[in-house]
Structures are given as C-alpha cells and as structure tokens.
C-alpha cells in the first residue's frame, strides 16, 4: 500500500513522539514508533512511521535525508527494502542475492554477471539450495 515509510541513522535520544511530530508535517499518521532493544530499552537507531495515504508517504520520502533529532537520516518506503536489490520476475531472491534461472554451473543458458553483493564462499550455499528452488518451481 506505500503508507509505511523506514526511517534510518537516527540519534539514540531520538523518541517515537519526536519522530511522529518531525514526519506529521506531510501528512496524518496512524502510527511511529522508534525500534528499541527489548533488554536494553536502548534506541537501535531506526523507526517506522505509517502514514494514512501513501501520497503522504511518498512526500515525505521525497527528502531521503531530512534531520531529526540534529541527526542526518534516511528515509524510504519500507515495503521497497533497500534499492536495487529486487530480482526480475520469476528469479529466487535470498537476502541480498538473487538466484537467476539458468545461472547455474552446467546451464545450457547464458552466464549471467555476478550480483554486486558477491560474497567469496556464499555460491557454495546458494547450489546447496538451488535443490530446494528446483523442487518448489517443479
């Protein structure tokens, strides 16, 4: 729905009121919340604010690095994740590595390139569970 909007890199001190009255500029909000540690009480440094429409969502994401707190944040859709990092349909997507059909050692179909978040060792995992894909595409 777009209403839902991550906000990132925030200072400790940072409350959940101090978020909701920074971000109700751009619209109403049904909810903000800053993240904490269950044992601790302690901030994790990022929160989530639910706006009623997305249009207001979308405005406030419009500046991805407002300040709050006196602190330089981010901001952006929480239901987009991180950018760039979404497979094209009918691709396997585990965590920031995509698994593309035919990508395979073996595959009569193309190479493709290797994602930009290539770890050395992790290929090792992703044949061992290109079985478990291979089943579930059957």
């Known amino acids: 729905t777009y209403t839902k909007v991550f906000v990132g890199a925030l200072a400790w001190e940072t409350k959940s009121e101090t978020l909701r009255r920074h971000l ?3 619209g109403e909000i049904l909810e903000a919340v800053v993240i904490a540690d269950k044992k601790t009480g302690r901030s994790k440094g990022y929160g989530f604010v639910t706006f009623r429409d997305p249009e207001s969502a979308r405005r406030a994401c419009s500046d991805p690095s407002p300040v709050i707190d006196g602190r330089r944040a981010n901001c952006n859709f929480a239901s987009l994740g991180r950018l760039g990092t979404f497979p094209s349909v009918g691709d396997l997507y585990i965590g920031a ?7 395979y050692v073996g595959s009569a179909a193309p190479q493709q390139s290797v994602p930009f978040s290539y770890r050395e060792g992790l290929p090792y995992l992703l044949y061992s569970l290109f079985w478990l894909w291979s089943i579930a595409s059957v």
């Open 97 to 103: 590595v995509s698994i593309l059909r035919g990508s």
């Open 24 to 26: 109700e500029q751009f």
